[in-house]
């Protein structure tokens, strides 16, 4: 009696030990605004067709990782994206490979390790905190078309999205000018499908941002997200 006594115990504190474990590898990162927000949800959990499934790659800064929301893996743009995607049984799914504070000299230096993962469609975000800092708009183009060259050199059927984006007018007319003139030129230059200005219909509403007035609320997203799908239906 006493040995069987034991046995049972010792079942016991092993489901006890294995609950707490799973269930700490199930607890959420803390929010780290400088390692990437590499999140991936598949529109499918069968085998047989998740092995169809394509990759859309959203690689930008705070913007796509969805900074300041109560949950980017839900209401950043990108998860807007895939749930829309879902609600047509499209067969692609969404990574976000946004890292907040990114520059486009820093996306340059980490796109190699984030095209490990196959790419079908790669939407580029950048060029926004090179603006905010003043950054020679000729440095932030050529990095973002040394970006541009890896993705195509490492997947050349891959699909490419740039969005567009604008400085504030404190940054004076002539860089605005400029810097707003980076991305039609990229676009064209690469056969990159363009959406002129990621913020349209945000950017500037007290209401549809938060309190920093630079990145957008969950309802804003919903409109950024809109505005990406106006452009990114038609390539998918």
């Known amino acids: 009696m006493m040995a069987q006594r034991k046995k ?4 016991i504190s092993v489901i006890a030990i294995f609950f707490i474990v799973s269930c700490g590898n199930n607890k959420p990162a803390a929010n780290d605004q400088t390692a990437p927000a590499v999140a991936t949800k598949d529109s499918s959990t069968s085998p047989s067709a998740s092995t169809q499934t394509k990759t859309i790659l959203f690689f930008g800064n705070s913007l796509t990782a969805g900074y300041g929301l109560a949950d980017p893996a839900s209401e950043g743009f990108p998860a807007v994206i895939q749930t829309k995607i879902d609600s047509l049984k499209l067969p692609y799914k969404t990574v976000n490979a946004g890292n907040s504070g990114e520059t486009s000299a820093g996306g340059r230096s980490r ?3 984030i095209l490990k993962q196959k790419v079908d469609v790669f939407v580029l975000e950048l060029g926004a905190n090179d603006g905010l800092r003043g950054i020679p708009v000729t440095e932030t183009m ?3 078309q040394a970006i541009v060259d890896t993705v195509k050199l490492k997947y050349p059927s891959v699909k490419l999205v740039l969005l567009g984006m604008m400085v504030p007018p404190n940054m004076g007319n002539d860089y605005g000018t400029k810097f707003k ?3 039609p030129q990229l676009a064209a230059k690469n056969n990159m499908e363009l959406v002129p200005f990621l913020l349209e219909g945000v950017g500037g509403i007290t209401n549809l941002n938060q309190p920093d007035g630079i990145h957008p609320t969950a309802e804003g997203d919903k409109i950024v997200a809109n505005n990406i799908w106006k452009v990114l239906k038609g390539v998918l």
């Open 8 to 11: 049972i115990t010792y079942i």
């Open 111 to 113: 796109i190699g390790w």
């Open 142 to 144: 050529l990095n973002l």
């Open 181 to 183: 003139a980076i991305f």
